[in-house]
């Protein structure tokens, strides 16, 4: 499609081609879980969707305001990648800028702030999924509102939909419910209060000694779609170890174990 189409239209078209809506996103019970869904829903239309935060370690973790994500719309294999050292709440909605890119045939890197008509297109496309405009009277907040109160009303508004608090600022202040000022002092303010929590829990973290092993993190990461693809042209004899671990990222001997635990559409394992 072309963004002369409308936010509209390529909307309408992304909704119809994923076949979900928002109450089945509203259902999940979690801002992970509604990102699942999401997720399976475009991996099943032929889209490989990742997670990738760093370049191999988390000594190299890369800031989301380099960037949040990135499509590459290749014909044959699109991508989607979203930076996991954003916020969980985030990550449906960079999801969703990235496949409003792949729907425009556009390759592109998406920053912390959209910038550019077709960053702010994406983003319309993707916000408004998400919040349709009808309900941004429910958030109580215009220019008119100070900043604290509209800082619990959007955090409180978020929360119940399952959603991240800067895309519904966003929102606001697209449909001129904020100014620009009010909408950065936001998002500056919950950009801080969410590095804040994000050391705590990493500390708690670091404490206990917990967490999911490697194996089930890298999974993760990948995705269904690029993990059966993978199992596939193993067992078919296409792909090499040494190949197949190119691909995934790891090294040729653990490739299977990778593989082993990996679950596909329809809930069965590799």
């Not at 309408?12 to 999401?38: C, K, Y």
């Not at 889209?47 to 973790?61: D, K, P, Q």
């Not at 100070?146 to 009303?153: P, S, W």
């Not at 190119?246 to 090294?251: P, S």
Request: proline letters at 3%; hydrophobic letters at 45%.
């Amino acid at each position: 499609m072309k963004m002369e189409d409308g936010v509209g239209a390529v909307l309408s078209s992304i909704r119809r081609t994923l076949d979900t809506n928002l109450v089945d996103f509203r259902a999940q019970g979690s801002a992970e879980a509604a990102f699942a869904l999401l997720r399976g829903k475009v991996e099943a239309i032929g889209i490989f969707v990742l997670l990738m935060g760093n370049l191999g370690s988390y000594h190299t973790a890369i800031d989301v305001a380099a960037f949040r994500g990135f499509a590459l719309a290749d014909p044959i294999a699109p991508f989607i990648v979203i930076n996991d050292q954003d916020a969980i709440s985030a990550w449906s909605f960079t999801l969703l800028h990235e496949l409003a890119h792949l729907w425009l045939g556009a390759t592109g890197v998406s920053g912390a702030i959209a910038e550019g008509r077709m960053e702010r297109f994406c983003s319309d496309v993707a916000s408004s999924f998400l919040l349709p405009g009808d309900e941004l009277a429910a958030v109580g907040v215009d220019r008119g509102t100070d900043l604290d109160t509209a800082a619990h009303r959007i955090s409180a508004f978020a929360e119940d939909r399952l959603l991240s608090r800067s895309l519904v600022a966003y929102r606001l202040f697209r449909a001129d419910h904020l100014s620009r000022d009010q909408w950065q002092h936001l998002l500056d303010r919950f950009r801080a209060e969410w590095l804040e929590q994000r050391a705590l829990r990493r500390a708690r973290d670091r404490e206990q000694h917990g967490g999911p092993s490697y194996y089930v993190l890298r999974r993760h990461r990948l995705g269904s779609a690029l993990l059966h693809f993978v199992a596939r042209n193993l067992a078919e004899g296409t792909l090499t170890p040494t190949k197949a671990g190119k691909v995934l990222g790891v090294k040729p001997r653990r490739v299977y174990p990778l593989l082993a635990g990996a679950r596909f559409a329809g809930g069965q394992a590799a």
